[in-house]
């Protein structure tokens, strides 16, 4: 038997370059079947970045452009800085932004400690807690418009139900939505009522999650009710009280549909103004897209930075 020649070993050894066709298929082939595993999942990741940029992130910067631009007899022009220039002069931009913060104010007062008191009671019921539930959660159930012109008529200065019991207690009935005093707050008790039903169950199921042992450790060490809710409920709800409180802000600043329709906007000498009534006013009563879009931005930035320097703190306080 003869010996194996250089130039058959040569033949028959694979060189370096075969090996990287063979590893670069195996790459293509667990990618492709990657895909397939998860081609569902990537179906429904797919739907929805496209829902965000087409609902979301393309009118944000949309919105941007147009702030820097004007639009007269059909032609858009570059307008630099004035419309934010004509937004920062407008005397109802002001108050626009003290009545938004007053609303933010009273709402906080009202819409972020009573849903919370709720669930405290709630959960102390044993029996009946999932009609209690739905009984809390149906105004969130109710279309906005509904409830608002429900809260109309009960407002009403001649027929309406609260003048009615202030009639059987024998006080005088008051101008709710036609009186600037009593305006703002009127507002504000019918947007609580209409929003107070989602964070109520979030604070229940947060409160049903805190271990019994830690009640019967503060009864056995004397604690009341009082004590039990400030030494033991707030701290382990923390997290998500914290997380209500931005979301809430967020939400108040945004206020449109209760001062719109039970007030017509502005209110009695616009004393429920708020900034996106504002930004509606620019937009469809006065035409001005520009400006409107200048106020957006200007209310996206106050919301942005109070969210950035609000988990700055909240991240500082938990270190």
Known sequence: MSAPTLSSRKATTPGPGHSRPARRDSAREDFLRAVRRNISAHGFLIGAVLCFSLFSWYPMVREFILAFQKTEDGKTTWAGWSNLTYVFNDPAFWQAWRNTLLFTVLALLLG????????????????????????????????????VLLFKYF?????GLFNRILDVFHLPAQQWLQDTDTAMLSVVIAATWMNMGGATLIYLAALQGIPGELYEAAELDGAGLLRKVWHVTIPQTRLILSLLLLMQVIATMQVFTEPFLLTNGAGPEGSTTTVV??????????????????????LLVVLAGFSAVYVRLSRSSED
């Open 155 to 159: 407002y009403d200065p001649g027929y």
């Open 112 to 147: 972020f400690v009573v849903p919370f008191v709720v669930a405290v009671v709630l959960n102390e019921f044993r029996h009946g807690q999932g009609y209690l539930r739905l009984l809390v959660y149906l105004p969130v159930m109710l279309p906005p418009v509904a409830s």
């Open 277 to 298: 009534y504002l930004i509606y006013q620019y937009a469809f009563n006065f035409n001005n897209y520009g400006s409107a879009a200048a106020l957006g931005l200007v």
